[in-house]
């Protein structure tokens, strides 16, 4: 590397930049999954849009791959490469709430805890991930579903504006006023469009929650399967949470015997008090669980109460279904027994549905439509158990396969090929996210992510954003 502009990128620089022999490139380079061991050549930690920019122009300048780190949570290692620049976004987690007009700013690098924690002084939230630590803006440009979706729509759907940095160093606005058709493509397009630094999100009146964790031995799974499978179908929209197999933990609400095991657990997520919760999941809570937590408590503290812990290896994976038959309950249960227990794994299945399912179908999220998604997440401590963990999860995919609507949540999944990112954004929306790839990152140097390759003819001709404006639909019909 050019010694003489490294120091040219360092002076001036609000941030830190960090490379191989300083004291805290260790810890600067560890993300959420120990699998991922890469040795970046630069860590930029930006404090300001003007770093992100001078980072981006660094690296192209020096011919370094870009990484972006927000949270850090992919399972792919997609904030990490070798031999590149990371371009991190950490220091840049102010969040701004306005409550009177029920809006959050919320800075590139901030975590879900940033974001939920600053509007419980206001008794507002916005729909987010199911883990604190994730990243906002990985999460959010990546379509974004959470806990309480089937109330409040997926997390794109909240989102107002987005600030971009793009891969010649210029900043652009995004909404639905300013450059439309590249907002369109952050509602599930990822990172391919440039660093975002900033976002603005719609906030809800949500004052309290109430979580329910009813578990039961792992042999009821197929009873309890059933039976949470049919309440769904007709539960109102504040309901939300899942069916998961899991080791059950070591604490005093757990029965002895059970601590250690793998385990069937009902989470049941109430937008509200107690009261209404209790009434709204009676079909569940008559089912005979071997042990119950109830918590009556604030949205943040919601976010946080399954968190994953950091440190351990992983594997993840995602299908959604279409329907779920007994036949895909039962080997969906049979196929828990072949987890790591005890480990920090869960397989779940996710409700979708309700506004979740009402959004603007013209978003590139074409999985929201699907009532249910079945997600083998995998946490293993030993490099040994690797290939059993990975096994697991392809298993459970190929045992469900049958009722797979095709789509997928990209957040969930890592590199599964060109045919599952398709899948993920949806094969007729593709080719307009192709066009719009061209006009704001025609070098594809944004990647290391669930990649869209700019459209080539697309390439020869950039639009301008009024363009683009005049004709958003055409774009991808080249």
Not at 62 to 86: F, K, M, Y
Not at 145 to 150: A, N
Not at 212 to 227: D, H, I, K, N, S
Request: proline share 7%; charged share 20%.
């Amino acid at each position: 590397m050019d010694t003489a502009a490294l120091a040219g990128l360092r002076d001036g620089f609000a941030g830190s930049v960090i490379t191989p022999g300083d004291s805290s490139y260790d810890e600067a380079r560890t993300i959420f999954n120990a699998m991922i061991d890469r040795r970046p050549a630069v860590i930029a930690q930006c404090e300001n849009p003007e770093d992100v920019a001078r980072a981006i122009r660094f690296g192209r300048d020096q011919d370094l791959e870009i990484a972006v780190r927000g949270g850090g949570h992919s399972v792919a290692g997609s904030s990490l490469t070798n031999g590149g620049i990371v371009i991190d976004l950490r220091r840049m987690h102010a969040v701004v709430v306005d409550p009177a007009a029920r809006t959050a700013q919320v800075g590139g690098g901030a975590t879900m805890s940033h974001l939920d924690r600053a509007g419980e002084p206001y008794g507002l939230a916005t729909p987010g991930g199911r883990v604190s630590t994730t990243g906002v803006g990985g999460y959010a440009l990546g379509g974004g579903t959470g806990w309480l979706d089937r109330k409040f729509g997926l997390t794109c759907d909240n989102l107002l504006s987005v600030r971009l940095v793009t891969a010649d160093g210029s900043t652009v606005q995004a909404s639905d006023d300013e450059n439309p058709e590249l907002f369109w493509a952050l509602h599930g397009g990822g990172g391919n469009f440039g660093v975002a630094t900033s976002f603005t999100f719609r906030l809800h009146p949500l004052p309290v929650v109430t979580a329910m964790l009813l578990l039961w031995r792992a042999e009821a799974g197929p009873e309890v399967g059933y039976a949470y499978r049919d309440f769904l179908a007709s539960a109102p929209d504040e309901i939300g949470g899942g069916l998961i197999f899991l080791t059950a933990p070591p604490e005093e609400w757990v029965p002895q015997g059970m601590a250690g095991r793998l385990a069937c657990m009902v989470l049941v997520t109430y937008a509200g008090g107690e009261p209404e919760a209790r009434e709204a999941a009676r079909p569940v809570l008559g089912l005979g669980h071997d042990a119950e937590l109830t918590l009556e408590l604030p949205y943040a503290e919601l976010q946080c109460l399954l968190d994953d812990p950091p440190g351990y290896r992983n594997y993840w994976s995602a299908e959604h279904l279409d329907t779920f038959p007994d036949e895909a309950m039962d080997l969906f249960c049979d196929r828990a027994h072949d987890m790591i227990v005890p480990s920090p794994s869960q397989q779940v299945i996710f409700p979708l549905g309700g506004a979740a399912a009402r959004g603007n179908p013209d978003y590139p999220v074409p999985w929201r439509s699907a009532p249910w998604v079945i997600h083998p997440f995998g946490l293993w401590a030993d490099p040994a158990d690797d290939e059993r963990g990975r096994q697991w999860a392809y298993d459970v995919r190929a045992d469900l396969k049958p009722w797979s609507t095709g789509d997928v949540y990209l957040n969930f999944i890592g590199n599964e090929g060109a045919e599952r990112v398709i899948a993920g954004l949806g094969a007729d929306h593709y080719g307009r996210l192709e066009a719009v790839k061209a006009q704001y990152d025609p070098d594809n140097v944004f990647r290391l992510n669930h990649n869209i390759k700019p459209h080539p003819a697309s390439r020869r001709r950039a639009f301008s954003p009024s363009e683009a404006r005049r004709h958003p639909h055409w774009l991808g019909h080249w």
